[in-house]
């Protein structure tokens, strides 16, 4: 079983994959931006992934011919256009294999989705869901 490589960043994984990968990495990376610029970049389980907070919300990974977008709750998704692949539990993705293959519309829907479900409730926002509710 090959061994999981660690990298100190985002950039670090990024610079070491391979060429043609490195371009829809690239593509992705500016969509996250983008579309949830809260979102932290960080590298976990040996690819590169964005945070809410501590929680895990999507990752890139690189396979033979074509990178995995992938979400960590992907089963929670709702997904009208079928982008979704995947059987595991929960880790659903999307197969891209070049830049114009990114639907912004159809993989933001999703990526909003997926940074709502996994965003920590702010202590701020606790106070006032409960002082709305005592009125």
Same mark, same amino acid.
């Given at each position: 079983m090959p061994t999981m490589r660690s990298y100190a960043s985002f950039a670090a994984y990024l610079a070491d994959q391979p060429p043609k990968s490195r371009g829809v990495i690239r593509a992705l990376r500016a969509f996250v931006r983008a579309t949830e610029p809260e979102l932290v970049e960080a590298v976990k389980w040996g690819n590169g992934c964005w945070l809410a907070g501590r929680e895990p919300v999507a990752y890139?990974?690189?396979d033979d011919?074509?990178?995995q /977008?992938? /979400?960590?709750?992907g089963t929670k998704l709702r997904d009208p256009s079928h982008l979704l692949?995947?059987?595991g539990r929960f880790v659903r993705h999307v197969k891209v294999r070049k830049? %114009?293959?990114i639907d912004r519309r159809a993989l933001g829907a999703l990526l909003h989705q997926a940074a709502q479900m996994r965003r920590p409730i702010g202590r701020g926002a606790a106070k006032k869901k409960v002082a709305? %509710?005592?009125r």
């Open positions: 890139v990974y690189v011919g074509f990178v /977008f992938g /979400f960590v709750m692949e995947g059987n830049v %114009s293959e709305r %509710s005592a």
